[in-house]
């Protein structure tokens, strides 16, 4: 059915799933994931995903896999556990710059929702550019878009002038690039 491109039929699925009761693995678990996907069934896709992570020898798919599965759960807004899967898929492959990314998108996106006051909320930048950069320092090929990235949280961080006009972290020591 693959071969005759019958891969939107419900039937398609269903042997697939067959095949894997009978024989599973990380790549029938992973592809069964992408069909749940296509069909807009994050649970089913995330339950198949992760036992695609299990199932998995190799770190580098290991990775691809959990990097997937930050995905989904980063679409439906869950970015605390988008953000462990994106952990989890560096510590696969430290080299995974793309992990770093997305996390630091998360936490800029989430600036708003971080800190009583206006200073603390903007403090979040500094966050968001220090995960940039670390995507620069691990994947050479992401190092003009992380630095990018990271000039552009540095800049709706605090200055230093609004960390030295702040009262309130008069002893905290505080890196601003």
Not at 90 to 104: D, E
Request: hydrophobic residues 40%; contains cysteine; charged residues 25%.
């Amino acid at each position: 059915m693959s071969a005759k491109e019958c891969t939107a039929d419900p039937l398609f699925f269903k042997l697939v799933e067959a095949l894997h009761k009978a024989e599973p693995s990380a790549k029938s678990a992973y592809y069964l994931g992408i069909l749940a996907m296509k069909d807009k069934q994050r649970s089913k896709a995330l339950e198949y995903f992760n036992q695609s992570a299990e199932l998995e020898t190799k770190a580098s798919d290991k990775a691809k896999v959990y990097f997937k599965i930050g995905e989904v759960l980063k679409k439906q807004g869950s970015y605390g556990k988008a953000r462990s899967y994106y952990k989890k898929a560096l510590q696969q492959k430290p080299s995974l710059g793309t992990s770093y990314l997305r996390i630091a998108s998360m936490i800029a996106s989430s600036a708003n929702n971080c800190g009583t006051d206006v200073f603390s909320k903007r403090a979040v930048y500094w966050l968001a550019a220090n995960y940039a950069n670390r995507a620069a320092k691990v994947d050479p090929s992401l190092k003009s878009v992380a630095a990018k990235t990271a000039a552009n949280y540095r800049a709706k961080a605090p200055s230093k002038t609004d960390v030295f006009n702040n009262p309130g972290i008069s002893s905290v020591k505080i890196d601003v690039g």
